[in-house]
């Protein structure tokens, strides 16, 4: 069992806690490692979206 800081009203809270006890939002295990995660799939979807967008204009020039 470890300890995590609860993102939004920043105590410490057990990982293994559904939700904090002192505001009550949802606490989701390995909350950093899913985030950075998500950051990297975000930006390989706007490269995605760019290049796409890119291929959309030369092609109607
Ligand atoms: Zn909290």
Redesign the pocket.
Same mark, same amino acid.
């Given at each position: 069992m470890a300890m995590i800081q /609860?993102?939004? /009203?920043?105590?410490q809270?057990s990982n293994e806690a559904d939700? /904090?006890?002192? /505001?009550?939002?949802p606490?989701k295990r390995g909350l950093l490692g899913k985030a950075g995660t998500e950051r990297v799939i975000n930006v390989g979807c706007l490269v995605i979206l760019l290049v796409l967008v890119a291929i959309g204009i030369l092609t109607c020039l």
């Open positions: /609860c993102p939004e /009203c920043k105590k809270v939700k /904090c006890p002192n /505001c009550g939002i606490i």
